[in-house]
Nanobody, 115 residues
């Protein structure tokens, strides 16, 4: 049974930073594609960033230059460093692991950017 647990969300002022973490209980974490998604209030879930097994990354245009995705395979952890946060970044953030036809989601962590 794959379990993902996100942490690190909270309330932050515009311009601030947060680091989200995703802890995975999988046998071979390094084999998975890791992605962060977010779901703003009243909107659909959207892809924020992804990192492949070889550590190639891609980002949504709205977060390029502000967010950084990373992974530590030995610890079975993934991270999303979020800098220069804006009110429009407010959302529930989800971690997802993908391998072949299988996707696994965490429960999400709330990020609120407000003064």
């Amino acid at each position: 049974q794959v379990q993902l647990v996100e942490s690190g969300g909270g309330l932050v002022q515009p311009g601030g930073s947060l680091r989200l973490s995703c802890a995975a209980s999988v046998s071979i974490f390094s084999a998975y594609l890791v992605a962060w998604y977010r779901q703003p209030p009243g909107k659909q879930r959207e892809l924020v960033a992804a990192i492949t097994r070889s550590a190639s990354t891609n980002y949504a245009d709205s977060v390029k230059g502000r967010f950084t995705i990373s992974r530590e395979n030995a610890k079975k952890m993934a991270y999303l460093q979020m800098d220069s946060l804006k009110p429009e970044d407010t959302a529930v953030y989800y971690c997802k692991l993908s391998l072949s036809l299988y996707d696994y989601w965490g429960q999400g962590t709330q990020v609120t950017v407000s003064s």
